[in-house]
């Protein structure tokens, strides 16, 4: 009887981790609750087969950099839950106006629906769960490799979809859904920092190549070509189909990564990270100081790339109304035909930015606090990638890929979406694992 062995199996985790990511584009046209379910369960089943079968060191070395990561994400989540248990006294005022309809004692939660608010947390364990996995699978070296030549491809794949759909007219793209559009654009940024980092992973393997003899020059130069079309590719569709605004965050994501690999080669040190952050400080301050002129405008909104005028001055209502605990995860689109004018008709009743669905959803508070961890863990990865060897291309990606999103939150909301959430969930993640060396387990 011939068994696998555990090298297999998790080869088999890894599988279907790769086959998750080049689906991304599909999800884009066809994403939705069937969609969820069956990520959901490819993810769950990756889970189990890689928890099995790792080594012992891999798995000692993955829980030392997991853990305070898994603790950090694990506060949204218990949010979530919180919002959805009825509390009484943190419940949203609806739920009173319940018992005043119904003559009978209603227990409220701070959430108006609480069936959204367990699917918004299924669908954030998933994301959670697919982290998870690539971090697994991505202690290996040759096997983070895989997972970053899938990341390129599958937002190659994206940005070849969205200018084959601008140039033959294909509608049903943009259409399809409200999230696409967005989807579509996060993706393609992402899609030029890691197209970068495959470019300069391979350059740094050329430079190496001595050390290994068997390594191919003509392979070496065939994938450099590659990463190059992506990247050209997936800058090309910004200049081409995405608003002007969004190409600061794609500026921004690669300049970290760029930055990155000058400072390690002109032996800066330390004080690179002066270079990197002083410029990103300057430039955020102009750019938040255009809100200035709209005072009356929330800061999640303004500078949100031009959509549905209806739909922006909806959102600002709600967000004026909105609680200081918020209305629950995933209520965003419950509540949007409420604040709609009646002579509206706007088709899509999702948020303009991913900003201000988190700020009506899961309070002010929250959203901040977001931001400031995600803050936290873009100067983790710049610490680590100047700390790294040779493959810190990994962690400067991840570092480049959260600055990028960390500006995209406020001008659209593909975020909210399954294939953006499952891109960029899993560059991070693979910069997470490739964050510190390991030695080769015996």
């Given at each position: 009887?011939?068994?696998?062995?555990?090298?297999?199996?998790?080869?088999?985790?890894?599988?279907?981790?790769?086959?998750?990511?080049?689906?991304?584009?599909?999800?884009?046209?066809?994403?939705?609750?069937?969609?969820?379910?069956?990520?959901?369960?490819?993810?769950?089943?990756?889970?189990?087969?890689?928890?099995?079968?790792?080594?012992?060191?891999?798995?000692?070395?993955?829980?030392?950099?997991?853990?305070p990561v898994v603790l950090l994400c694990a506060v949204p989540?218990?949010?979530?839950?919180?919002?959805?248990?009825?509390?009484?006294?943190?419940?949203?005022?609806?739920?009173?106006?319940?018992?005043?309809?119904?003559?009978?004692?209603?227990?409220?939660?701070?959430?108006?629906?609480?069936?959204?608010?367990?699917?918004?947390?299924?669908?954030?364990?998933?994301?959670?769960?697919?982290?998870?996995?690539?971090?697994?699978?991505?202690?290996?070296?040759?096997?983070?490799?895989?997972?970053?030549?899938?990341?390129?491809?599958?937002?190659?794949?994206?940005?070849?979809?969205?200018?084959?759909?601008?140039?033959?007219?294909?509608?049903?793209?943009?259409?399809?859904?409200?999230?696409?559009?967005?989807?579509?654009?996060?993706?393609?940024?992402?899609?030029?920092?890691?197209?970068?980092?495959?470019?300069?992973?391979?350059?740094?393997?050329?430079?190496?190549?001595?050390?290994?003899?068997?390594?191919?020059?003509?392979?070496?130069?065939?994938?450099?070509?590659?990463?190059?079309?992506?990247?050209?590719?997936?800058?090309?569709?910004?200049?081409?189909?995405?608003?002007?605004?969004?190409?600061?965050?794609?500026?921004?994501?690669?300049?970290?990564?760029?930055?990155?690999?000058?400072?390690?080669?002109?032996?800066?040190?330390?004080?690179?990270?002066?270079?990197?952050?002083?410029?990103?400080?300057?430039?955020?301050?102009?750019?938040?100081?255009?809100?200035?002129?709209?005072?009356?405008?929330?800061?999640?909104?303004?500078?949100?790339?031009?959509?549905?005028?209806?739909?922006?001055?909806?959102?600002?209502?709600?967000?004026?109304?909105?609680?200081?605990?918020?209305?629950?995860?995933?209520?965003?689109?419950?509540?949007?035909?409420?604040?709609?004018?009646?002579?509206?008709?706007?088709?899509?009743?999702?948020?303009?930015?991913?900003?201000?669905?988190?700020?009506?959803?899961?309070?002010?508070?929250?959203?901040?606090?977001?931001?400031?961890?995600?803050?936290?863990?873009?100067?983790?990865?710049?610490?680590?990638?100047?700390?790294?060897?040779?493959?810190?291309?990994?962690?400067?990606?991840?570092?480049?890929?959260?600055?990028?999103?960390?500006?995209?939150?406020?001008?659209?909301?593909?975020?909210?979406?399954?294939?953006?959430?499952?891109?960029?969930?899993?560059?991070?993640?693979?910069?997470?694992?490739?964050?510190?060396?390991?030695?080769?387990?015996?």
């Amino acid at each position: 009887m011939v068994t696998s062995s555990p090298r297999t199996k998790v080869s088999n985790a890894l599988s279907a981790l790769i086959t998750l990511v080049i689906a991304a584009p599909a999800i884009l046209w066809f994403d939705g609750p069937v969609v969820h379910a069956v990520v959901a369960g490819a993810a769950a089943a990756g889970i189990a087969i890689v928890s099995a079968t790792m080594r012992p060191g891999e798995t000692i070395f993955l829980v030392s950099l997991a853990r305070p990561v898994v603790l950090l994400c694990a506060v949204p989540a218990l949010w979530m839950l919180l919002q959805v248990v009825p509390l009484g006294l943190f419940a949203h005022p609806i739920w009173a106006s319940a018992q005043a309809a119904l003559a009978h004692p209603v227990v409220g939660s701070i959430s108006i629906d609480v069936g959204a608010g367990v699917q918004a947390l299924g669908r954030y364990l998933t994301m959670v769960g697919i982290g998870l996995l690539t971090a697994a699978t991505a202690v290996d070296r040759q096997r983070a490799e895989r997972i970053l030549f899938a990341l390129v491809a599958a937002t190659a794949f994206v940005s070849l979809a969205a200018m084959a759909g601008k140039m033959f007219g294909l509608g049903a793209f943009a259409d399809a859904a409200g999230l696409a559009p967005a989807q579509a654009t996060d993706c393609i940024v992402i899609g030029t920092i890691v197209a970068s980092a495959g470019m300069i992973r391979t350059w740094d393997r050329y430079e190496t190549r001595r050390a290994r003899p068997g390594r191919s020059v003509l392979i070496l130069a065939m994938t450099f070509a590659a990463c190059a079309a992506a990247f050209a590719l997936c800058f090309g569709s910004l200049l081409a189909l995405a608003p002007s605004g969004v190409l600061v965050p794609a500026f921004f994501g690669t300049g970290a990564l760029a930055a990155i690999a000058l400072i390690r080669r002109l032996g800066l040190g330390r004080s690179g990270i002066a270079a990197i952050c002083v410029p990103a400080v300057v430039a955020a301050a102009l750019l938040g100081a255009g809100n200035l002129g709209f005072p009356t405008q929330d800061i999640s909104l303004a500078f949100a790339t031009p959509s549905s005028d209806a739909l922006a001055a909806a959102a600002q209502r709600m967000l004026a109304d909105a609680p200081l605990l918020g209305t629950g995860a995933g209520t965003f689109g419950a509540m949007a035909p409420i604040y709609h004018d009646i002579d509206d008709n706007a088709s899509f009743m999702g948020a303009p930015t991913f900003a201000a669905a988190a700020a009506v959803e899961l309070g002010r508070p929250f959203l901040w606090f977001l931001v400031l961890s995600t803050g936290g863990v873009i100067v983790f990865f710049l610490h680590a990638a100047l700390r790294r060897g040779r493959d810190s291309f990994y962690a400067a990606a991840g570092a480049g890929t959260l600055i990028a999103l960390l500006l995209l939150i406020f001008m659209n909301a593909g975020l909210q979406g399954t294939a953006t959430a499952m891109i960029a969930t899993a560059t991070v993640a693979l910069a997470l694992a490739q964050s510190k060396s390991r030695a080769r387990p015996r």
